[in-house]
């Protein structure tokens, strides 16, 4: 089966949250990012680690189907004996409103810190990911860590 890669390039702000921009596997921006800050891969209270992840379509209970990112090597899994679990992609506007997840967004906020049209977005993305027919993965680069 074909992949797609996508990109995401973060950078963490100390104290408030990590943001990005996805690139798709062409370089064509898809949307812009909003997690928690790099707390050195706590659980629940920090972003995961840079690095390749796969994203395997899930059923969350919270948050309904939904993309999770997989790397069992760097300690992410859906679920399982593994340091971080149900690391997904889903709708949220602020860091604050994460678990170590990523919530995309149509742009940043001008007055505050986070992401808007966050469902519109995801929406988007898991229309786009979903009628590509390939295993899809997702590079991580983070800077100001």
């Known amino acids: ?21 996805l690139y798709s596997h062409d370089g064509r921006v898809i949307c812009r990012t909003v997690e928690r800050e790099w707390l050195d891969n706590k659980p629940s209270i920090s972003c995961v680690p ?16 939904c993309f999770a990112l997989v790397n069992e090597q760097l300690g992410v899994s859906v679920s399982g004996d593994t340091t971080r679990t149900h690391i997904l992609i889903h709708a949220a506007n602020y860091p604050n409103e994460l678990q170590g997840c990523i919530a995309p967004g149509q742009s940043f906020m001008e007055l505050r810190w986070g992401v808007k049209s966050s469902r519109n977005a995801l929406e988007a993305l898991e ?8 295993d899809v993965f997702l590079r991580i680069s983070r800077s100001g860590m």
């Open 1 to 21: 089966m074909n992949q797609i890669i996508l990109n995401l390039r973060t950078v963490n702000v100390p104290g408030i949250g990590t943001f990005g921009t």
């Open 50 to 65: 840079e690095g390749m992840y796969e994203l395997e379509w899930t059923n969350s209970p919270r948050f309904g189907e």
């Open 127 to 134: 229309t786009e990911l979903n009628s590509s027919g390939c």
